[in-house]
């Protein structure tokens, strides 16, 4: 059984950084794609980043040159660092593993409910808050 456990949310001002981490048990985090999704009260859910099994990244606009995603197949943990944060950064930073048919599916964090379908195995979340 695949569980995710997530660390290192908290909060910080504008313009910091933060890192998160997930740990994935029950299972090699080497075969899986791995990603991030966040949710802000009253907003959609947003795919944030992704990584392929093969180390691929892929990020979704508004996190572009700010946050870099990922692993380390050796300690099966994902992670996340997130730089020049911004207060739209704030939500519940949620993290993903799945095994999509094909890698586009799973390095396609824009896609919406497309890219969060292709992933069975999520965590319970962790919070992040970025003050102005």
């Known amino acids: 059984q695949v569980q995710l456990v997530e660390s290192g949310g908290g909060s910080v001002q504008a313009g910091g950084s933060l890192s998160i981490s997930c740990a994935l048990s029950g299972d090699l985090i080497g075969s899986y794609c791995m990603g991030w999704f966040r949710q802000a009260p009253g907003k959609e859910r947003e795919g944030v980043a992704a990584?392929?099994?093969?180390?691929?990244?892929s990020y979704v606009d508004s996190v572009k040159g700010r946050f870099i995603i990922s692993k380390d197949d050796a300690k099966n943990i994902l992670s996340l660092q997130m730089n020049l944060m911004k207060p739209e950064d704030t939500g519940m930073y949620v993290c993903?593993?799945?095994?999509?048919?094909?890698?586009?599916?799973?390095?396609?964090?824009?896609?919406?409910?497309?890219?969060?379908?292709?992933?069975?195995?999520r965590g319970q979340g962790t919070q992040v808050t970025v003050s102005s």
């Open positions: 990584i392929g099994s093969g180390g691929s990244t």
């Open positions: 993903l593993a799945g095994r999509p048919r094909e890698e586009k599916l799973c390095l396609a964090p824009w896609a919406g409910y497309i890219f969060l379908s292709q992933f069975p195995y």
